[in-house]
């Protein structure tokens, strides 16, 4: 691995790592923020998704976690949203190819060289993160928009891997959504069967452990309506009995000044599920 | 004015207006964070400076300032960093003309027509924002680099004017270092005689009020050595007996990292003297 970027942050560094990714088949890079609790032992690690067009840069810089972070004890890891480089394929919108992995692994071609971001993300990461860095194996998981569905599907597909899960804002039915439809459409195909196994509203009626979901949504976001739908993650968590906390935020849209409001709540969830 | 974005933050509101300043005479962007308690009641006004090549976005979405200004009931008011647009003179150096104001009144051609950033800030804004918005008279000033620069010189050029005062990694002699050096022969011309009215750390031995500086530095910035030096500030300060507080900070670097790690220290000393 190689560091890149290093900044004091809060009492802790946060730097920003370059390394070769097996799974992607491609250069990787990721933030990851010690806290100054990991200069005396190991702490528990929050893996944050970000969301469409986003690199590993927008949540370090703009949701103020450290802070939290720094309070808690936790390590904060965040990958890039998509496999990078000019061997990789892409497309030229800004809702498919790099910048726009959804967190799945691909199966159709030209994708499915590179685009494994789900097996990266679970696997290859913190296989990484615990070997390299005075990190627990006691993981949470968190995201917004396309990284909020990640982070619910992870959190679904992976029982036992994480002990919390959070999302901002999430594209909480994919399958029943435009970018979530394009998306899949290229990188699953068509056939609509396969796109249950990535799309958080069918997964919870099969989830074999009961792991709380903590869900953040603006009442004033520009997607709300046409794109994240959480009454479909409502309505599949009743009808499973699955335990969901949904809160809606007056007046508060899709940015990350809607994240940075509310962080604090969800590393302080992260940390009494990673800590306690 | 005219509003062109709006996203709730911490309770309050964080916009970005659009006007035409008469005192620069092109059209100039700010933000305005209203905290939650500016739905009851006026609140003062902490002025924000930023630094060589940002604009009025790059305080309001890294600084994570927000969240103080809550907490204390401050209105957040962030300038852009030199007059714009393409009317107005330019460089194509980073260092010099748009992105670089130095919040100074130009004399020079071709920038006098203009680079008014003084004047601006120090008249016109406050105005601006004590007519459109529901702030008090009580002003604090605070920036960052070339901001920090401009923080310093304000409050001392303009005594009874502003309650507070503090800066990061602020420039604090200009005269005697490469960025001032080049900035000042352009907008001042090469009579160094008119550079002390604009330099911090001649400006102490005048000042008529002994209004306390509050400087944080970062031991690891890259720019300290050549650019920032604030022992200058510290030996006028005590050659003229003004109060100065200034914490070296181990480790930290010239970027908005350090600021959003400090900036919550900053707030809750602006406060305790605009709301006191």
């Known amino acids: 691995m190689q560091r890149i970027e290093s900044h004091a942050s809060h009492g802790g560094i946060q730097d920003v790592w370059q390394h070769e990714s097996a799974v992607l088949d491609c250069t990787m890079r990721l933030g990851v923020y010690l806290p100054p609790q990991a200069q005396q032992g190991r702490c528990p690690v929050l893996y944050w998704l970000s969301g469409l067009t986003c690199?590993?840069?927008?949540?370090?810089?703009?949701?103020?976690?450290?802070?939290?972070?720094?309070?808690?004890?936790?390590?904060?890891?965040?990958?890039?949203?998509?496999?990078r480089g000019?061997?990789?394929?892409?497309?030229?919108?800004?809702?498919?190819?790099?910048?726009?992995?959804?967190y799945l692994n691909a199966t159709q071609a030209p994708w499915a060289a590179h685009y494994r971001m789900h097996d990266y993300v679970a696997q290859e990461l913190p296989a990484l993160i615990e070997a390299q860095f005075p990190a627990t194996d006691a993981r949470g998981i968190s995201?917004?928009?396309?990284?909020?569905?990640?982070?619910?599907?992870?959190?679904?597909?992976?029982?036992?891997?994480?002990r919390s899960v959070s999302a901002f804002a999430p594209i909480v039915a994919p399958s029943r959504v435009p970018w979530g439809e394009k998306a899949f459409a290229a990188y699953l195909g068509e056939d609509r069967a396969?796109?249950?196994?990535?799309d958080a509203s069918e997964l919870v009626a099969g989830a074999s452990e009961r792991l709380p979901l903590l869900v953040d949504q603006g009442?004033?976001?520009?997607?709300?309506?046409?794109?994240?739908?959480p009454e479909r993650l409502r309505a599949a968590c009743e009808a499973a009995g699955h335990p969901l906390r949904l809160r809606m935020r007056a007046?508060?849209?899709?940015?990350?000044?809607?994240?940075?409001?509310f962080i604090g709540e969800h590393v302080a969830h992260h940390a009494a599920a990673l800590r306690g």
């Open 251 to 261: 007046g508060y849209d899709h940015s990350y000044y809607f994240i940075a409001s």
């Open 55 to 83: 690199s590993e840069q927008n949540f370090i810089t703009k949701a103020g976690a450290q802070r939290y972070a720094a309070e808690h004890g936790l390590i904060l890891v965040t990958p890039d949203t998509s496999p």
């Open 194 to 198: 396969a796109w249950r196994e990535w």
């Open 219 to 229: 009442e004033g976001d520009e997607f709300l309506a046409s794109q994240l739908q």
């Open 86 to 102: 000019a061997d990789v394929a892409d497309a030229q919108a800004y809702d498919l190819g790099q910048g726009a992995g959804f």
């Open 143 to 162: 995201g917004h928009s396309m990284g909020g569905h990640g982070a619910l599907v992870l959190a679904l597909r992976n029982p036992g891997r994480y």
